[in-house]
Nanobody, 115 residues
Framework: QVQFVESGGGLVQPGGSLRLSCGTP????????MSWYRQAPGKQRELVAGITTGGSTKYTDSAKGRFTISRDNAKNMVYLQMNSLSPEDTAVYYCNTDPPIHSYWGQGTQVTVSS
């Protein structure tokens, strides 16, 4: 059964940075666009940033200019560099295909932005 494995979350102060990582099976990575999603307490899961197999990227307005999504084709990894974090970014962050495949959701990684 395929599940993505996210890592890199943690507690960070406002204005700080984190880099999230997502390991993917090679068979998935090579054929699907990938995205990072997040779910804050009491809210629906939402897309944050996406990247196609060719490297084209997209961001939500809240992520634009602060977050950078990237992929390492050799390692089958997807990354999310997050800068200038604010308490509003507090959420569980997940990676998945784009559009997401339900059975591929992993446990996510918790990001908490607090002073």
């Amino acid at each position: 059964q395929v599940q993505f494995v996210e890592s890199g979350g943690g507690l960070v102060q406002p204005g700080g940075s984190l880099r999230l990582s997502c390991g993917t099976p090679g068979s998935i990575f090579s054929i699907y666009a990938m995205s990072w999603y997040r779910q804050a307490p009491g809210k629906q899961r939402e897309l944050v940033a996406g990247i196609t197999t060719g490297g084209s990227t997209k961001y939500t307005d809240s992520a634009k200019g602060r977050f950078t999504i990237s992929r390492d084709n050799a390692k089958n990894m997807v990354y999310l560099q997050m800068n200038s974090l604010s308490p509003e970014d507090t959420a569980v962050y997940y990676c998945n295909t784009d559009p997401p495949i339900h059975s591929y959701w992993g446990q996510g990684t918790q990001v908490t932005v607090s002073s």
